[in-house]
């Protein structure tokens, strides 16, 4: 199979159609075979005008559905459609069989993509070794690039697959390659000049040898149907179910469609099931266990990939090539994955997959929640998913232990259950864990806070305050923790004390430490209390627990309290008054009889600030409250709020709408800040809003 190099402009006039075109005459010139394929379904025929090949094209395409015309030695172009109809009605079987001829002797294959979700050119797609994202080098073309990149990645375009050209560069562009690269994270492999440029040859020479030196896959991809897709096929959801009998308008071609699909579902099954026996025959997985190695594992995979093909040879009619790769990735997912979670896990829009039974697996997406159509093929999967994830950290999970929290190679946190504690079927709870850690820039940029609420918590983390972020589930807590955290110096030695580890710190001097359960026979079980106690004595300048939900809020508090400033923690409460009872319960679960008081003025001397966090009502996440702890009025906490979000109904796009307003309190911990050095402008939060009066 050639080479396929997949151009894609986020938008017309971007110059994909130019640099498709120059590069494919490039790598021909070079002696190679090379197919130029014209993508745009809209009957637009730039190829063919480019070329001046157009009644050549019409000639062949009398004689045949598609054309295709050497227009240049060593260069073949072909035009998938002379018009908008033949868009419409090109079918991904027939460019199938077309790819299939002219791979014979061809050495590489450019697609200008104009319609790269369109399902007629994503029998390229699939096999395409590269997609080059076209970029404008503007702030407006840079932000059209991201977009249309965001769309590719959902589509199913691995981040290896992805790199990036610059195309109209010259002395007026305003955004540097370096800051384009760092937006987009992917390499930007050529800055292509005007065309009547004297770089111009030059500039793509370097980028044809770039793309024929890249990234190459005998892989095909598995693609998702875009809700971008212009035209061909799209995943349709089947609202039947929803809207009961005699929604369909022709009853007897919806019972004809659903009858094709159910066989179609059945013959997959049967494919599914043999494929599998044969693989259950030769590898024992049981045998092998959680714990193989990545060569191991890597084997494995090269085992089950060589028995899936053995089997599919032997069937005359198994699909596309499409069809072949999706049902050799979920085979793969099942034998050595987390099955239909996997597609889940790769798609960067989800943070949450909810899964309640092997039949209904939810997801967040921006804040919502959606049923993702994804199902389990039976409950004995969904178990044998849950054992996968456990087993390598040294969880298990059975009826005496019905439930265990745990964490993915990735970060992200599991909570898992099973009967009896789950009544009907076991259960599965995934909090994603985001591949590139949130920076305080880019929760200003999602509106969770301001850069002057930012500045703040800079300072108070640097100058060493004792800071509990307090918020609902799901309202941000532990991203926050990990933004804040990034602000602690990097000469200090830092102690990281969790349930299951999902904090990113990135200084050097880190050590983190995780909770261990009990063993089957109930014992050796270390809760977080005891990770504490035990961090006292390994030397801490910080101390950061990733959250306090019992007795470990006293030990906390002593730490806070005996010369360990500057230490951070989460807890579950819904305002910081809350949060001030909350930790006082906490204590007296500690099994210690405290009075009241006593407590509370542990509280008022350990604690600082608390940052409120909260996940309002459209599903967007934002702090909503910065709260100094001043001291005791009597046998009550003393507290001052500096900002608070002030929520003023709903826009027209059903996002909640207000902004930030600053209390007017001038905060105690100023003095703070002068004596840690610490610089800071009280100034700048008075320019924020005023507040017409504090709580």
Known sequence: MPDIFFIIGSKGGVGATTLATTVATKLAKDGA???????????????????????????????????MTEVAQNLTLFEMAASIHDGFTIKPDKVERVLREVSEGTQYIVVDAAQPFAAAVRPFAVRAAQFVLVVEPSMLGVTGARVMQLEL?????????????????????????????????????????????????????????????????????????????PLGERRMIDRSRQAGEGASTNGTQQRAADTMTKRQRNERSALKSEIHREISRRIDFAAIGANADPLRLEQLRSEVDSTISEVIARHSDV?????????RQDIIHECLGLGPLEDLMADPDVSEIMVNGPEKIYVERGGRIELSGMTFNDTHQLRLVIERIISPIGRHIDEAVPMVDARLPDGSRVNATIEPLSIDYPTITIRRFAKDRLTADDLIA?????????????????????????????????????????????????????????????????????????????????????????SLRMRPDRIVVGECRGGEALDMLQAMNTGHDGSLTTVHANTPRDCLSRIETMVLMAGFEIPVRAIREQVSGAVDVIVQTSRLRDGSRKVTSVTEVVGMEGDIISTQEIIRFDQQGVDKEGKLAGHYVYTGVQPNFLRRFEEYGISFQIERLSQMQLSVAAW
């Open 446 to 534: 999602k509106g969770s806070l301001t850069a002057e609420m930012a500045d703040l918590l800079r300072a108070a983390v640097e100058s060493r305050l004792n800071i509990v972020i307090s918020g609902g589930t799901g309202s941000g807590k532990t991203t926050l923790l990990n933004v804040l955290s990034g602000y602690i110096p990097s000469a200090e030695r830092i102690i990281t004390i969790e349930d299951a580890a999902e904090l990113q710190l990135h200084q050097d001097h880190v050590v983190r430490m995780e909770t261990r359960p009990a063993n089957v026979e109930g014992r050796g079980a270390i809760p977080i209390r005891e990770l504490v106690r035990n």
């Open 33 to 67: 075979s090379t197919l130029l394929v014209d993508g745009d379904l809209s009957g637009r025929r730039a190829g063919a005008v480019l070329f001046n090949a157009i009644a050549k094209i019409d000639a062949k395409r009398s004689a045949d559905e598609f054309a």
């Open 319 to 327: 699909g596309s090539a499409e069809d072949v790769a999706r049902l």
């Open 153 to 229: 990645l959902k589509f199913g375009v691995p981040e290896s697959r992805l790199s990036g050209a610059i195309v109209a560069r010259d002395a007026r562009s305003r955004v540097p390659t370096a800051e384009i690269e760092r937006a987009l994270k992917i390499k930007i492999n050529g800055e292509i000049p005007a065309n009547d440029d004297k770089r111009f040859d030059k500039a793509i020479a370097t980028f044809a040898d770039a793309l024929k030196e890249g990234p190459r896959s005998s892989d095909l991809l598995v693609l998702q149907p875009s809700t971008n897709t």
